[in-house]
Every structure is written in C-alpha cells, then in structure tokens.
C-alpha cells in the first residue's frame, strides 16, 4: 500500500503513550510495540541476553536462567555509563526489527503505529511520518510507574529521571499530548488523532 503513514507515539515512562497506542489499535491501526520487539531478544539462550550478562553479571538472572528485568533495569538505570551500554547491546537490533516490520506493514494497512519510549534514542524516528509526544506531571507519571511496576519511590524516580525531559519531547514532536486529564479526554485526543490521520493517507487534507 504506497498511500500508508507511520506515526510514532513517545514518552517518558508513566506519561500514557501506551494507553493512546492501545487507543489507537481499537481505530483500527496496526501496532508495533518496541518494548514487546525488545523483549523478545532477550528471550531463551539469546546473543543479545549473553552481551547483557557479560556486562552486567550473572545477578541479572533468575533461578529459571530467564532475565531479572527488575535488576537490570536497577542497574542499567544506576548511571549514564550502564544506561548507554544498554542501549548499545539493544537498539541496534531493535530498530532493525521496526524496519522489517514497518516495511512488510506498509503493503497492506493504512496507519501503522510505533510505540516506542526510546523513539528517538533507537533511531525508529527516521522511519516515522508523524511523532506524537504523550506528557505528563511528574508526580503523576511517578505514581503511575510505581503502581504499574510495583516500584520503590527511589527507583520509580531513577527511572524518570534516566529519560529526557518534556522540553525534549516538545521540540522534537510534531504533535504533543499532555496527559493529566484522564483516560475520556485521551480517547478523545486519539479519535482525533486517527481522523485525521485517515483524511492525511487518503488525500483529502495535509496533516
């Protein structure tokens, strides 16, 4: 399909891109989770799971021999020296799946999502049309991590402040989202969001 559009949804964590990605999926767009696409290469006996052990140690694993998440996030995220040599193991590889699949996508559907915390950082923006920034409060973002990842206070906070800031989403979005309203005002914003998309991809107006 020549006529698609790829639209990237990002965030620093807790700010809801997710939930205007799933939003958006319910429209009807096709999704792509990179968090999900990151998951997978850590899976079993993997290469990319070995480079992340020889780094970080064998305190990574569990009994089971399957990734500890919670530990390496507490120790990727424990200075900008691990957090790069993360990235480094991870977004090659990655970006490399978006593209496969953006590639394959775009033969048969309109609107293809990206939903990607580390948009930018992996690169997945080059392949994007459109980027939408989902923002939040701080203290807001913060209890939401901590409920979803049942997180101390100290760590939630690591973790946000690991990621850029709002001014960073600002400037480099084309469209930008500030979720303090709750969940009726976003489902608002992403029906929205895929009308207009659907008028873009099909001619009648530019986005």
Known sequence: MNNSIVVGITGPTGSGKSTLSSEMQKNGCELINADIIGRNFVEGNSECLKQLIEYFGKIIILENGKLNRKKLA???FSSRESTDK??????????K????????LKKKRKIIIIDAALLFEIRANRLCNYIVAVIAPKDLRLKRIMDRDNLTKQDAIMRIEAQNNDDFYKMNADFTLKNNLGHDELKIFANNLFLNLMEAVDGQKDF
């Open 74 to 76: 507490e120790l990727a």
């Open 97 to 104: 799946e978006l593209k496969r699949r953006v590639t394959e």
């Open 86 to 95: 993360l990235n480094e193991i991870t977004h090659p590889l990655i970006l």
